[in-house]
């Protein structure tokens, strides 16, 4: 998908000499910089990073679980 965003001149010409050192595309630096603040704010950039927190998630819910578990028993 394509869409339009503009930049200062200053700020454009500071990316297209960091492309150029780096070896990279506006593209690609765009690319890295939209994953940099996907990852930021916690929200999966592709299907492995959202199974991957997926499976976190399950195993701090059943970490929970035990532990609330654990101590109903003690407490009797």
Partial sequence: MRKLVA???DTFDKLKQLGRDRMATIQELADEAFADL???H???IDLRDALRKSARL?????????RSRTR???SR
């Fill in 7 to 9: 930049f200062d001149e």
């Fill in 38 to 40: 996907l990852k930021k």
């Fill in 42 to 44: 916690g929200i999966p």
């Fill in 58 to 66: 399950d195993g701090v819910a059943e970490k929970t679980t035990a």
């Fill in 72 to 74: 109903k028993a003690k």
